[in-house]
């Protein structure tokens, strides 16, 4: 199968940068897919937005879909947030994403 | 001095049930909560989100469950101490434990049961490198007194439902107030995001949004606030009040320091009982940890339960438990 795995690649909080092979049909997210790699996401709330320990900023040009009412609501109680802040939780895996890269935000206090 | 037989911290789902399996065994319970309510995480982050996992409910409003638990308890007349913090544990000679809030209040019991989830909930502290030089000197993270604030310039930071509800009713009392939020829109209900326009319209808040505080100043006392904002770039602001209302976050606090085998942030337990490392301290639901931990709320209920018999043979050394069906007792309340 073509494309059944795509590459992101992450930057954690002490700046180092981890290459994460992750397949696209496992209905993942990219918190989970941090998470997965042993990257120091809490995850609080298991993904619903309702966290924001899992806020990342978006290093590389994809465009990712807008994020929803939801997200935008968690970002306010986040801080550091930047134009390119998201919740990891709510960004999909799909193979569009590949060579996607991220960076681990502060963790909030 | 409040005393009780099983001291509970924490009224989260498992702190709750945990008075239910005691009242059975006749023992009763007494809880302490950081938040002003009773629920734990499921009444602070997630009040309309559906469970599907709890034995019996094919799906149940996280809201309603703590109702349904506080109506299933209320037959064996649990008590409160409702936002406070429990800081402090002293063993007393005769066994005993004291528990002490940050109010002040004392609490005592031959067994105490921590039920502190992922931790107490307490306000997001926006990352400005001296926040803390200033706080109770111009920094609250809680409006207390609205009455503090009257005649005084004040900086709410923020974008939810407490900012926007702060912010409008501090416009009748303050002599200035400024909303600093990092977007143009606001989450909250529609009639404060309304409200907060007019306000704004008719000069009496002074709105900033696409902002965000990055700093503060004063002597000793907090006396401006530095504003980075988008397109105007760097504000000072001269101000005598700075309320950033951010939300709350869970965070394991004072317990980290009683003493407990710590690991990940959670208490480890010998899965007989729930027992700690410290007898007569016992940790049940999210905030223990051992093989095969898993943070569910059927889980916290379970570990409530097998916690109770334990419980049971401290209080009452001299007394046998005899295992029955609540089918068979029925509920025999607690006066
Ligand atoms: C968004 C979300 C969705 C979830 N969905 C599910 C689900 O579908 N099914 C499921 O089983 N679980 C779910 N969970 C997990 C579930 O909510 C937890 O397992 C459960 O809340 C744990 O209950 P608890 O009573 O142990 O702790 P908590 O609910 O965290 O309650 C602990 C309480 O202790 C208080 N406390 C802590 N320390 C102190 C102190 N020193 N002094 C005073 N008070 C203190 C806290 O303020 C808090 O109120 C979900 C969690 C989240 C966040
Ligand atoms: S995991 Fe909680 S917001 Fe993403």
Redo the contacts between chains.
């Keep these: 199968m073509e494309n059944s795995e795509i590459v992101v690649f992450v930057t954690d909080r002490e700046g180092s940068e981890h290459t994460i092979e992750v397949p696209v049909d496992m209905n993942l997210n990219l918190m989970e897919v941090m998470k997965g790699s042993d990257l120091d996401v809490k995850a609080?709330?298991g993904g619903?937005a309702?966290?924001s320990t899992c806020h990342v900023y978006v290093l590389s040009t994809h465009s990712l879909p807008e994020p929803t009412?939801a997200e935008?609501?968690m970002?306010?109680?986040a801080?550091?947030?930047e134009d390119n802040s998201r919740l990891g939780c709510q960004i999909k895996i799909s193979a569009e994403l590949n060579g996607l890269k991220v960076k681990l935000a502060?963790e909030?206090? | 001095m409040i005393q009780t037989d099983i001291l509970i911290i924490g009224a989260g789902p498992t702190g709750l049930f945990a008075v239910f399996e005691a009242g059975l065994l006749r023992l009763r319970c007494h809880l302490i909560d950081s938040l002003p309510q009773a629920g734990g995480q499921l009444t602070e982050i997630y009040p309309k989100k559906p469970i599907y996992d709890i034995p019996g409910f094919p799906e149940v409003m996280a809201g309603k469950l703590v109702d349904n638990l506080m109506e299933q308890i209320a037959p064996f007349n649990p008590g409160f101490t409702l936002g406070e913090r429990a800081e402090t544990i002293d063993k007393q000679e005769n066994g005993q434990f004291v528990v002490t809030t940050n109010k002040g209040t004392q609490h005592r019991a031959p067994v105490v049961a921590i039920a502190g989830g992922l931790g107490s909930f307490e306000p997001r502290k926006p990352p400005i490198s001296n926040i803390s030089d200033y706080e109770d000197r111009g920094v609250s993270y809680i409006v207390k007194d609205p009455e503090v604030y009257r005649g005084q310039r004040i900086v709410i930071a923020g974008g939810g439902d407490s900012a926007l509800d702060w912010a409008i009713y501090l416009a009748k009392v303050a002599s200035e107030v400024t909303l600093v939020h990092r977007r143009e829109g606001f989450r909250g209900a529609l009639d404060s995001v309304e409200k907060i326009k007019e306000l704004s319209q008719q000069g009496r808040i002074n709105l900033l949004t696409s902002a965000q505080v990055v700093g503060l100043s004063g002597n000793g006392r907090l006396q401006a606030v530095d504003v980075n904002h988008k397109k105007e770039g760097a504000i000072k602001l001269e101000v005598d009040h700075f309320i950033p209302l951010f939300g709350l976050i869970p965070k394991l606090g004072p317990i980290g320091d009683w003493g407990l085998e710590i690991e990940n942030n959670a208490i480890k337990v010998n899965t007989f009982d729930y027992s700690t490392n410290i007898h007569g301290l016992f940790a049940i639901g999210d905030i223990n940890t051992y093989p095969g931990k898993l943070k569910l709320i059927l889980c916290g209920f379970h570990e409530a339960t097998l916690m109770c018999q334990s419980a049971f043979k401290i209080v009452n050394p001299d007394k046998k438990i005899s295992f029955k069906y609540t089918t068979v007792t029925g509920i025999d309340g607690l006066s």
Excluded: H, K, N, S
């Design positions: 609080t709330c619903m309702l966290c009412d935008e609501d970002l306010d109680q801080f550091d947030v502060p909030g206090a």
